[in-house]
């Protein structure tokens, strides 16, 4: 087997990768809103729901709950008469962003408690209901606060869906460890593995960077 | 059996109860991973925040690539690249060395960043008051910046600990017996891997939330304005 022939397979693998990467950091947006205002909510309940997820996945370890997902959960649904088993990618992605949406849910949190309360009790006087506060008034101008935490959490993400190789999930870890078992040939796998997990982050560095940006625009445009 | 303690599957809460002390000494290991590995982290940060506040882009830039590539790739492939490369230079290393000093390398990367933000918040005009009064930069760094500088590192390293904490089942890849994996191989001899992952998610929350509180009351206790070296 010569370098040439790592390529494909581990090709295989970063596609994999990305589209995880793609579909745990998307949910896990949508999680972080979600629990993040949830978290700010006046109705207790929600707020308890939202308080228990975000310290649930902020206090466990990643592993742990991947672990838990794909192989106590078929157990615990047995136990309750449904079939609960979850294909990897379905494990894998779960796991992803019930995590990063936790993390996220505090970023989230934080810079809407950051919007300035004299926008808030100008939005009030201008008669806005308290929705159209939030989505229209404070959202906006917490959202670019949000961008380069965000941004670091995607990174993290990346760097976290290595994991899902240990639920036998194709990734590209799982197809590097696939060849070493079959070619021994540690260094040059690991090193190509470790530069092309680079090449990703900074990818997506700089992907984030630009909605960063977008998200931003309306500052440049004011001033 | 694991350990020397039988398992008892008559019901889940016994089961419970009889894997429990096979789980601490598990989180035993676990424990002293972390703090290992957070040691490396402290002192290896260090050496980077140093190298990369060098004067010479020589060696300031390289350690900035490095620190930057060690933070942008998994931990799992670097814990590989240890395990499986360095023995192929004649290191060989046992499973739990090369697991903390994987951790201690990934969060080293983090900690530096943390110690040049702690020095770089020292305000200017400390620097140029202690100029004033005819300090040498030696006596500056150690008197004036590195005092005002703890208060403000010490929280942010407090995360990283349990950030490392977090982390350490990675290095159950790599056959360390920490909390994880022995719940894993309790799991795979009963057949029930429900009631031992469970507990060990029940477990990490206790850890985290002792060790989150343990590093407020270290932030409480340290006072704001600086710690004297004397």
Redo the contacts between chains.
Sequence with gaps: MQLTDYIAPLMQGAWVTVQLTLYSTVLGAMLAFASGIGKLSRNRAINAICVAYIELFRGTSLLVQLFWLYFALPLAGSAMGLDLRLPPVLAGVLALSLNIGAYGAEVVRGAITAVHQDQREAARALNFSERQTLWDIVIPQAIPEMMPPFGNLAVQNLKDTALVSLISLGDLTFRAEQIRNYTQDSTTIYSMLLVMYFGMALVLTVMMRGLERYVTRWRRARS | MLFGFEWDLSSPAAYAASILPILLIGMWVTIQATVIGFIVALVLGLVWAVLKAAPFRIIAWPATVMTE?IR???????L??LY??LP?YGIVLPAFMTGTLALGIQYSAYTSEVYRAGIEAVAKYQHEAARALNLTPARTFTHIVVPQAVPRIVPAMGNYLVSI??????L??VTVLEM?NVA?IV?DRTF???VP??M??GL??VM??VASAGVRLLDGWLPKQGVPLK
Aim: no cysteine; net charge negative; glycine share 6%.
């Design positions: 590539f942008d790739t998994p931990l799992l492939v670097q590989f690249f499986y490369v192929e904490m977090k982390d350490v089942p990675v159950s890849v994880l894993k799991g029930n891997y429900l992952l469970s060990v998610g990490y929350l985290t939330l």
